[in-house]
């Protein structure tokens, strides 16, 4: 027998009481299917989960408890548990997806770092005859040509 669970939206939550199931419907323009499969996982510790696709661009999650009979409310917690947990796992995808190009030149640099030393071969071949950068404003430069070198303090006469 399935029914609407309370508080779900009508046509995408139905639960099923005699196989201890809920399905329901999520759309991957709102979730990403990274976001549903992240979900998922999270939740086959505690029960079945089966993912379907019946229509283009909406994916169907089906959760059925492990133990024969679940009651209403265990299924009601089991829906709204995995719900907040599929908006956690999309906001988690979409801040992946904003700092990728952050998060790869940081792995880039530590790899760089992390290879060593130039050896003198490497530094026999490079050439450093090339201007090493464009100074526009003049801020690369020495202390002693910012400031001028300073001239030794001349000894005081009748210092005792």
């Given at each position: 027998?399935?029914?609407?669970?309370?508080?779900?939206?009508?046509?995408?939550?139905?639960?099923?009481?005699?196989?201890?199931?809920?399905?329901?419907?999520?759309?991957?323009?709102?979730?990403?299917?990274?976001?549903?499969?992240?979900?998922?996982?999270?939740?086959?510790?505690?029960?079945?989960?089966?993912?379907?696709?019946?229509?283009?661009?909406?994916?169907?999650?089906?959760l059925?408890?492990?133990?024969?009979?679940?009651?209403?409310?265990?299924?009601?917690?089991?829906?709204?548990?995995?719900?907040?947990?599929?908006?956690?796992?999309?906001?988690?995808?979409?801040?992946?997806?904003?700092?990728?190009?952050?998060?790869?030149?940081?792995?880039?640099?530590?790899?760089?770092?992390?290879?060593?030393?130039?050896s003198?071969?490497?530094?026999?071949?490079?050439?450093?005859?090339?201007?090493?950068?464009?100074?526009?404003?003049?801020?690369?430069?020495?202390?002693?040509?910012?400031?001028?070198?300073?001239?030794?303090?001349?000894?005081?006469?009748?210092?005792?």
């Open positions: 027998m399935t029914t609407s669970i309370e508080g779900a939206p009508a046509g995408l939550v139905v639960a099923d009481e005699q196989a201890a199931a809920v399905h329901f419907l999520v759309d991957e323009e709102l979730y990403p299917l990274p976001a549903i499969y992240g979900a998922a996982y999270v939740f086959i510790d505690r029960c079945y989960v089966f993912l379907d696709r019946p229509e283009p661009a909406r994916v169907r999650v089906v059925t408890a492990k133990t024969d009979a679940a009651a209403p409310e265990a299924l009601r917690a089991l829906i709204g548990e995995f719900a907040n947990e599929l908006l956690s796992c999309a906001f988690r995808h979409q801040i992946a997806q904003d700092n990728r190009v952050l998060v790869e030149t940081a792995t880039m640099q530590a790899l760089a770092g992390a290879m060593g030393q130039p003198l071969d490497d530094l026999a071949k490079f050439d450093f005859s090339d201007q090493g950068f464009d100074d526009p404003l003049g801020i690369a430069m020495s202390w002693e040509e910012k400031h001028g070198r300073k001239s030794p303090k001349p000894e005081s006469e009748g210092a005792p």
